[in-house]
């Protein structure tokens, strides 16, 4: 033992040696001097990070904003760790991150692998709901591709379908309504298009999907009346335009006192409040 420990010490005493004389000639920066001392043992550092010193480094970023930062730990430990106790924890985090960061095709793409990684995780409602939500942040104007408004719905439902008891429902359920209001809205917005057009048969088809599909949607008056007017065969008033409101994704609060809520009120605490 004593020999051990002689031993260790002239190994030491060798490798600050070492040291000194690599510093002494520059032949290394102050990061690999810092590196070679903690692998020494005279150095401040703790060695090489765990998987769970990068886990509360990152959930420390998240928690202050810095989101970036935190993908980055999150991203380290997927690669480096990737069957740890923290990895589905870094899976999860770092889609978070990627939505926060306004990224959400990255974001929803991670939160689909989650859920195929993680089936039975209890966190998989709230993925479900994170995904349908990716969709519904990049829902644009009522006169583009309604792709997204679309995707959002069929998301939010089938978080409805496999959970009807999470705590997400009643919010979903809200925003369900909304991207079917944003979808008839934009079915106006092309019924309106024909109009101009002088394409009233187009114009009436468009009118009647809309009441078809979309009878509680807030364009649904004016449709009617638009509608009723087309199948007169007087033609169309010159101030059709006056029908058209402005197309736009309502405020999804604005449904929830459908479902017994108060305004502003929400089924679910998430980060995702929009």
């Known amino acids: 033992m004593i020999l051990l420990k002689r031993n260790c010490r002239l190994f030491r005493t060798c ?3 070492l040291l000194m004389m690599t510093a002494a000639g520059g032949l290394s920066g102050c990061a690999t001097l810092d590196t070679m001392l903690d692998w020494a043992g005279f150095g401040t550092g703790s060695g090489p990070a765990t998987p769970e010193d990068l886990a509360m480094e ?11 930062a935190a993908l980055k730990r999150f991203v380290e430990i997927k690669d480096r760790f990737p069957f740890s106790e923290v990895a589905p924890l870094a899976e999860l ?3 978070d991150a990627n939505y926060h960061l306004d990224k959400f095709g990255e974001a929803r793409i991670l939160y689909e692998e989650f859920e195929a990684n993680h089936p039975t995780n209890e966190a998989v409602p709230y993925v479900l709901f994170q995904i349908a939500m990716c969709y519904y942040r990049q829902i644009g104007t009522a006169d583009r591709d309604p792709g997204n408004a679309l995707n959002a719905g069929q998301a939010f ?13 009643i ?6 309504l909304a991207s ?3 979808l008839a809205q934009h079915e106006f917005s092309v019924a309106t298009f024909y109009l101009r057009t ?7 088809g468009r009118l009647e999907y809309l009441l078809a599909k979309y009878p509680e949607a807030s364009v649904a008056p004016h449709a009617t009346e638009l509608l009723a007017q087309l199948k007169s065969g007087k033609g169309i008033e010159k101030s059709w335009r006056r ?4 197309l736009s994704l309502p405020d999804w609060n604005s449904f929830s006192s459908a479902f017994g809520i108060l305004q502003g009120g929400s089924g679910a605490s998430t980060p995702a409040q929009e």
């Open 243 to 246: 029908f058209v409101p402005t």
């Open 58 to 68: 990152g959930m420390e970023d998240f928690n202050r904003g810095k989101y970036s």
């Open 93 to 95: 985090k770092a889609a």
């Open 198 to 204: 002088d394409e009233d048969k187009q114009a009436q």
């Open 180 to 182: 079917r209001d944003f």
């Open 157 to 169: 439902e089938r978080l409805n379908r496999a959970y009807p008891q999470s705590p997400y429902f």
């Open 171 to 176: 919010e979903a359920s809200a925003r369900i």
């Open 15 to 17: 490798v600050l040696a």
